[in-house]
């Protein structure tokens, strides 16, 4: 039985694969290409107006450095637990005895501090020249309660005359000053805030502020603190200002060990092999000195992710993972992992058929001979299916027609499975789309250092075709520079479809140093050193050197 299958894993994949950027470049040390340098005459001649331009360049460096000082300290806690009624039966009072029908003369609102008035009264249906009945201001009761502002709410009636004076007296719930972690000593304030949703700032609810427990507890069990407790308090700001300080104190544990990770269901491979694809391992003899036998959920779950691509690199496409269970050793120091798996069966690779289609979807002649593009996967008839392959193949089949300025080439994977057989037909349809040429280079983030500094490590100008290899060594080489901590390379669309920009956003690191130095000599006597160097000088991509000795 044959039938035409694209399984969502393989595709997924290789469709990334096909479309992923540029990888964003790393830092790297100075000593890549060569930087070709300006002439001493023109260095001579822009000297003096580079002068002026580096100092207030500087005076900007100066003042960028004070925004990065410490965060300031946090406010006192208040002193006072606040305690919030929940309970609407317990928060909401009616006091509407006196209005059996009568004419309502006017409305007051007591109480209040950020919320005003007439917002009040819009969210009541009740008015002035209203009759007053008890259902209309329960109702109403109720209405402002579900407002959220609010933890007391008192509305009663007060007759005047012939007819009533509502007088509705609220309690706003309190804001929040700060949120403060107490004894997370081993996760920080600002991963503990991520995984929060409660913010400073907000109105207090104690529901919400309840549901965060929970979530701190989630996140110390992903990094394998199973046994962390968490605990809070609202402490009430001291003074008229009505705000709250939310305090989390957090008993953090032991962090729980790996003891026992089982595999169940993998009849092909062995277990120790699997255990040999995994980050996280069992308590060993070994794993005090690699801590893999910590357990962290983040890491755990990338090992998952490992074993099911390993699986597909391996031939077997139908595999899946299931859920794992993770439990606590009665003496609470250990955890058992058990992993399920299905492996289902195992196949080969048959035809692998590389074609072209053009923008009708007709066949079309490939940009190299199809047998060429063919050779890029690396796999023969009769070979174990390995999407690892495929993609890196698919890679290379793009990059060969992205150098050639097709920027927008797709390759789409189609399989085509005999089950009976277990054999998988390949076959990879092209799509080069209309030649890209570059219309701009966008450089932006370079506060010293000039465009042309940049612009001279470029393999690719403006009104050039794309080309996937010269971008990528042009990142290489303004990476190797070494003015920069970050290169970024990205695409967008230019004003044509066949053009395109490419943007290089870089940020500058330190590039001067300053060393002093004193020592004895017994010629000398005492002797004092002192060095100066500049490695992208007035930011026009020339080094400075000047050392200085004194005896």
Request: proline share 4%; aromatic share 6%; net charge negative.
């Amino acid at each position: 039985m044959r039938t035409l299958l694209a399984p969502a894993c393989l595709l997924a994949c290789l469709a990334a694969a096909s479309l992923a950027p540029l990888p964003r470049a790393e830092a790297q040390p100075a000593g890549g290409r060569p930087a070709r340098g300006d002439s001493a005459a023109d260095a001579e001649e822009e000297l003096d107006e580079d002068l002026d331009e580096d100092l207030d360049a500087d005076e900007r460096d100066e003042a960028d450095q004070g925004d990065l000082d410490e965060p300031p300290p946090r406010e006192p806690l208040g002193t006072n637990p606040y305690v919030q009624e929940e309970d609407e039966d317990e928060a909401v009072e009616v006091i509407a005895g006196p209005c059996q029908g009568r004419r309502i003369i006017r409305i007051m609102v007591e109480g209040t501090q950020r919320v005003a008035a007439e917002d009040v009264l819009a969210g009541m249906r009740l008015g002035a020249d209203m009759p007053c009945t008890d259902a209309e201001v329960t109702r109403d009761a109720r209405a402002l309660w579900e407002l959220g502002f609010f933890d007391d709410i008192v509305i009663e009636a007060e007759p005047v005359g012939s007819g009533v004076v509502l007088v509705v007296r609220l309690r706003e719930r309190p804001e929040i000053r700060q949120i403060v972690f107490d004894g997370n000593d081993d996760v920080s304030d600002d991963d503990l805030t991520e995984k929060i949703t409660l913010r400073e700032r907000e109105i207090l609810s104690a529901s919400t502020v309840r549901e965060q427990v929970g979530k701190i507890r989630d996140h110390y069990a992903s990094e394998g603190y199973f046994l962390a407790q968490v605990t809070y308090e609202v402490l009430h700001v001291d003074g008229d200002s009505n705000e709250v300080d939310v305090v989390f104190h957090i008993t953090e544990g032991p962090e729980v060990k790996v003891r026992r990770i089982t595999i169940v269901g993998n009849d092909s491979i062995s277990t120790s092999d699997l255990h040999g694809i995994m980050a996280t391992g069992e308590t060993g003899f070994f794993s005090f000195i690699t801590s893999s036998n910590t357990f962290d959920r983040e890491k755990f779950d990338e090992d998952m992710v490992r074993l099911q691509a390993w699986y597909y690199d391996q031939g077997y496409l139908a595999m899946s993972v299931g859920s794992a269970r993770v439990e606590l050793t009665p003496d609470r120091e250990y955890i058992d992992i058990t992993i399920p798996v299905d492996e289902g069966p195992r196949f080969r690779i048959g035809e692998i058929t590389v074609r072209e289609l053009d923008e009708n979807g007709e066949a079309a002649e490939t940009l190299r001979p199809a047998s060429t593009l063919r050779e890029e996967i690396d796999l023969d008839r009769g070979d174990w299916f390995n999407r690892t392959a495929i993609a890196t193949g698919l890679m290379e089949i793009q990059r060969e027609y992205r150098d050639e300025g097709f920027a927008r080439v797709e390759v789409e994977p189609e399989t085509d499975l005999d089950e009976d057989e277990r054999i998988v037909d390949l076959t990879l349809t092209i799509t080069r789309g209309p030649p890209v040429r570059i219309e701009r280079i966008r450089i932006a983030g370079n506060t010293k250092t000039r465009d042309r500094v940049i612009r001279r490590e470029f393999q690719i100008l403006e009104g050039d075709l794309y080309s996937q290899t010269l971008i990528e060594r042009s990142r290489t080489f303004v990476n190797a520079l070494g003015y920069f901590e970050r290169v970024d390379f990205s695409e967008e669309q230019g004003s044509a479809p066949d053009l395109m920009v490419l943007n290089v956003e870089v940020a500058e690191r330190a590039t001067g140093t300053f060393q002093v130095g004193a020592g004895f000599s017994s010629i000398e006597r005492f002797i004092v050193t002192a060095q100066i160097q500049q490695q992208n000088l007035f930011g026009r991509g020339q080094s400075l050197s000047l050392n200085v000795q004194l005896s």
